[in-house]
Nanobody
Framework: VQLVESGGGSVRAGGSLRLSCAASGYQDSSYCMGWFRQPPGKEREGVAVINSDGVTTYADSVKGRFTISKDNANNTQYLQMNSLKPEDTAMYYC?????????????????WGQGTQVTVS
């Protein structure tokens, strides 16, 4: 299984970016998908997760600004990021796992992407 993120880059505060994560090597719509980030010098943290039924969970810091979505037919998940702030600067990773609770509370996922850098100035 391979997860490939894209869409990162540099943007001014207030701008928007859309991250994509294309998964290959599996076809299982029951998996949960999620986005995590690691700011410079800090630990990795959860950003948003979505389960097979479309139920979502967001970090308080991104609620109302970020939206996670998925396209089961194409095994792709997205993170629409609006009203970006400098504190959103981080390496963003996508992940796929079988348990939303394990992913969100323990950052345990079956597969991880390589990361894509988001820089907000």
């Amino acid at each position: 299984v391979q997860l490939v993120e894209s869409g990162g880059g540099s943007v001014r505060a207030g701008g928007s970016l859309r991250l994509s994560c294309a998964a290959s090597g599996y076809q299982d719509s029951s998996y949960c998908m999620g986005w995590f980030r690691q700011p410079p010098g800090k630990e990795r943290e959860g950003v948003a997760v979505i389960n097979s039924d479309g139920v979502t969970t967001y970090a308080d810091s991104v609620k109302g600004r970020f939206t996670i979505s998925k396209d089961n037919a194409n095994n792709t998940q997205y993170l629409q990021m609006n009203s970006l702030k400098p504190e959103d600067t981080a390496m963003y990773y996508c992940a796929v796992g079988s348990s939303l609770l394990q992913m969100w509370f323990h950052q345990k996922a079956d597969y991880w992407g390589q990361g894509t850098q988001v820089t907000v100035s």
